[in-house]
Nanobody
Framework: QERLVESGGGLVQPGGSLTLSCLVP?????????MAWFRQAPEKAREPVAT???????TYADSVKGRFTISRDTLTNTLYLLMHSLKPEDTGVYYC?????????WGQGTQVTVSW
């Protein structure tokens, strides 16, 4: 079973920035894969916030457009989520997700807390 390993979460003040990283096994790091970041706020369902489609396009949840950027590095097999102008409502556990070859993979999650 392939594992996704996330890092980069933490506590940040409103208006601050964080970058999340997700190391993806080379066997599933494909430009044809769907790669995404999800988040789960307390007592809410997990929701997608940023996605690389299988065609290479990028989509964002309305709540993060203009503030978050999804990117990837093909040399290091790493998926990133660059987050700027963070708000308290961005608080939650962030998960990376890869869908490839008929299978779906999740990371263990990394906590992001936006608070004074």
């Amino acid at each position: 079973q392939e594992r996704l390993v996330e890092s980069g979460g933490g506590l940040v003040q409103p208006g601050g920035s964080l970058t999340l990283s997700c190391l993806v096994p080379q066997s599933i790091f494909s430009r044809h894969a769907l790669m995404a970041w999800f988040r789960q706020a307390p007592e809410k369902a997990r929701e997608p916030v940023a996605t690389f489609t299988s065609g290479g396009g990028r989509t964002y949840a309305d709540s993060v457009k203009g503030r978050f950027t999804i990117s990837r590095d093909t040399l290091t097999n790493t998926l990133y989520l660059l987050m700027h102008s963070l708000k308290p409502e961005d608080t939650g556990v962030y998960y990376c997700n890869v869908q490839y070859g008929g299978s779906e993979y999740w990371g263990q999650g990394t906590q992001v807390t936006v608070s004074w």
